[in-house]
């Protein structure tokens, strides 16, 4: 009897962990083809629609932008106070309160607001992260330091429509793409500093 006990658990064990390798097998797959298809094209817009959510903290923050990206530069707006930037020297945050308002700088890549990176967001999960399946979601976990614990992404065919991170104090962003066009047209990427009461310069190896 316990021969057979011991037999019927340890082919529950391989099953487990065939399915388990078969899982990280197939994940790994979508997320391949989702990176070559984003990553053959340089210049792109789409919708985005942000939402932050923190239940045990008793906080929700969503808004609406179009994010345009022309090889390393982009341009993201937030309605019309809050703008994210890189013009190929400088990464720039700035947004506008009631009673203040702020621009903040920093190196490209360096930008430490940033919970995704804007300039490769179709693509950056398709590095340094570990993933498997989850039903029909894409789960990974990062394999170096990031400003989340857990990345999910939403896949409808080919596209992606979603991609959520959760950090260690259970915050919940989540960026649901839409309107996805290779047609950019002449994008401006500037900001004008001017516009802002304060200025927070983060940069260190790039001045």
Request: a negative charge; hydrophobic letters at 35%.
């Amino acid at each position: 009897m316990k021969r057979t006990v011991k037999i019927f658990l340890m082919s529950l064990l391989c099953v487990v962990s065939l399915n388990h390798v078969l899982s990280a097998q197939n994940a790994d797959a979508l997320v391949t083809k989702l990176a070559n298809k984003y990553g053959s094209v340089p210049n792109y817009k789409l919708n985005i629609v942000y939402e932050a959510n923190n239940e045990d903290m008793g906080f929700k923050n969503v808004q609406e932008g179009t994010l345009v990206v022309k090889g390393e530069k982009y341009i993201l707006k937030y309605g019309p106070n809050e703008t994210w930037l890189n013009d190929g020297k400088v990464e720039y945050v700035g947004t506008k309160e009631e009673d203040h308002s702020q621009i903040l700088y920093f190196c490209p890549g360096k930008n430490t607001e940033a919970i995704v990176d804007y300039g490769n967001l179709l693509t950056f999960y398709a590095y340094e992260h570990k993933a498997t399946m989850d039903g029909n979601m894409i789960k990974l976990v990062p394999t170096t330091t990031r400003p989340y614990t857990e990345l999910h992404l939403t896949v409808d065919g080919d596209n992606l429509t979603k991609i959520s991170a959760i950090d260690s104090m259970g915050t919940v962003y989540t960026y649901s793409l839409s309107g996805f066009s290779t047609s950019v047209g002449d994008p401006k990427f500037v900001i004008n500093k001017w516009e802002y009461a304060e200025t927070i310069d983060e940069r260190k190896d790039c001045k």
